[in-house]
């Protein structure tokens, strides 16, 4: 399965972005999809994920509240809507998916610059 993600961009603090994920090849039938960030000179961080079959979410605390992530099942495809963006929002976003053997397919990421 391939990952392709996008939906990047350059946004004021306080806007909103959305991101897309689609997936290819093999399609997902369980398991679940998710999104993950890297600011410059940071580490990769968890951002939300969400059970493919159940529609279950859960997020990093620093985006509760404001980040929204969804899925498409005839689509094959995840989205995260945020919303409120501040600048430390600022990262590099990967979409991933989990089959059961831990967050091993990953999207090629896209870049996502809140200014202030």
């Known amino acids: 399965v391939q990952l392709q993600a996008c939906g990047g961009g350059l946004v004021q603090a306080g806007g909103s972005l959305r991101l897309s994920c689609g997936a290819s090849?093999?399609?997902?039938?369980?398991?679940?999809m998710g999104w993950f960030r890297q600011a410059p000179g940071k580490e990769r961080e968890f951002v939300a994920a969400?059970?493919?079959?159940?529609?279950?979410?859960y997020y990093a605390d620093s985006v509760k509240g404001r980040f929204t992530i969804s899925r498409d099942n005839g689509k094959n495809t995840e989205y995260l809507q945020m919303n409120s963006l501040k600048p430390e929002d600022t990262a590099v976003y990967y979409c991933?998916?989990?089959?059961?053997?831990?967050?091993?397919?990953w999207g090629q990421g896209t870049l996502v610059t809140v200014s202030s």
């Open positions: 991933a998916a989990n089959r059961g053997a831990g967050w091993n397919v």
């Open positions: 090849g093999r399609t997902f039938s369980s398991g679940r």
């Open positions: 969400i059970w493919w079959n159940s529609g279950s979410t």
